[in-house]
């Protein structure tokens, strides 16, 4: 197994979220990695847990990556975060990025679930892709 692409893949995931234009309109470039401090915009996007399984074959080292990509708005309803999930989903689904370490093989859309945040009008989506990737530089 290897987990030596990990960093890589989220960077380039990171690029090619805040990259994008239609995105970047949608949320007035609020994708982060980590929360900022202070008060945080009404609609933004953030990245989240992981899990990763070994995917190794005989040709080297290799993993499948599970990574979650969160939408949170504090609008009433889930109308502005369906349109920037779908934004989310149009920019990584099938999406061939560079990486700095090993190879993309593979990244499509898995699932997602919405739901309202406690009781006000928090709501949330998590985007579930799947990422393949081959570790070229595993001994």
Known sequence: M?????????SAVFQALTNDAPLD??????VYD???PGT?????AILGSEDVKDASDQTGGGALHEFTVTVV??????ASAKVAAAAIS??????????????????????????????GDMR???LIFRARVSD????
């Open 2 to 10: 290897s987990y030596g692409v990990a960093a890589a893949l989220q």
């Open 25 to 30: 309109a949608l949320l007035d470039g609020a």
């Open 34 to 36: 980590a929360l900022p």
């Open 40 to 44: 945080l915009p009404s609609l933004y």
């Open 73 to 78: 708005t504090e609008s009433a309803g889930f």
């Open 90 to 119: 149009d920019v990584l689904a099938g999406a061939s990025l560079p990486l700095t370490r090993g190879t993309l093989v593979a990244l499509n859309f898995y699932k997602a679930k919405a739901a309202r945040v406690g009781t």
């Open 124 to 126: 949330q989506i998590n």
């Open 136 to 139: 070229d530089t595993t001994p």
